[in-house]
Nanobody, 119 residues
Framework: QVQLVESGGGLVQPGESLRLSCAASGTIFSVYAMAWYRQTPGKQRELIAAVTRGGNTNYADSVKGRFTISRDGAKNTGFLQMNSLQPEDTAVYYC?????????????WGQGTQVTVSS
């Protein structure tokens, strides 16, 4: 059974950085694409960054230029480097993966990790 384990969330001040990690286990297949979503209370989960096996990336306008998504295909692990964090980035961040091409979201979700940006 596929499991996604996230880590790296926490409390930071505005302008600081965090790096989130997502490790996929329980499968012999390589992740085709990985994405990060975030959600705040009362709002829908928002797709903010995605990367495919081939290295193509996409970002939401709200994080473009500040966040960088990457992946280590050999380890089925992905990362979200978040720089210049602002209070509006406060949310629960979720990793999401697919093992074959399809529309987002993929069928597998991580448990979520809280990111809080506050002075």
């Amino acid at each position: 059974q596929v499991q996604l384990v996230e880590s790296g969330g926490g409390l930071v001040q505005p302008g600081e950085s965090l790096r989130l990690s997502c490790a996929a286990s329980g499968t012999i297949f390589s992740v085709y694409a990985m994405a990060w979503y975030r959600q705040t209370p009362g709002k829908q989960r928002e797709l903010i960054a995605a990367v495919t096996r081939g290295g193509n990336t996409n970002y939401a306008d709200s994080v473009k230029g500040r966040f960088t998504i990457s992946r280590d295909g050999a380890k089925n692990t992905g990362f979200l480097q978040m720089n210049s964090l602002q209070p509006e980035d406060t949310a629960v961040y979720y990793c999401n993966v697919m093992f074959e091409p399809r529309a987002w979201p993929g069928p597998y979700w991580g448990q979520g990790t809280q990111v809080t940006v506050s002075s």
